[in-house]
């Protein structure tokens, strides 16, 4: 069974940044894809937010693209989402999972506010 650990989230300001970690028990995250999605309040579906491939290639949402940053460290067996430039509508529970997805994690929150 895959346990999932998203951690790292809080509270920040608009122009704040958190970094995001993404731990995994009995996979070795360096043989997966993996990507960050989040659930904002209100909604049902989970909106995707960053990919990483097994070989470092990344892809973005468009409404993240310049401010979030994936990247995976493979000895650690960790997965991390860097975001800066934080605004408000990114407010949302932040969760990871490798491609295809698996059973889900507790997710981490992020709250942008003043």
């Known amino acids: 069974q ?3 650990v998203e951690s790292g989230g809080g509270l920040v300001q608009p122009g ?6 993404c731990a995994a ?6 043989a997966y894809h993996v990507a960050w999605y989040r659930q904002a309040p ?3 579906q989970r909106e995707f937010v ?6 470092h290639i990344t892809n ?15 000895v650690k067996n960790i997965v991390f ?22 059973e889900w994690g507790q997710g981490t929150q992020v709250t942008v506010s003043s």
């Open 81 to 102: 989402l860097q975001m800066n430039s934080l605004k408000p509508e990114d407010t949302a529970v932040y969760y990871c999972n490798i491609l295809p997805p698996t």
């Open 60 to 74: 973005y949402a468009d409404s993240v693209k310049g401010r979030f940053t994936i990247s995976r460290d493979n």
């Open 2 to 4: 895959v346990k999932i």
């Open 50 to 55: 960053a990919r990483i491939s097994t070989s």
């Open 16 to 21: 704040g940044s958190l970094k995001l970690s």
């Open 25 to 30: 028990s009995t996979i070795t995250f360096s």
């Open 42 to 44: 209100g909604n049902q």
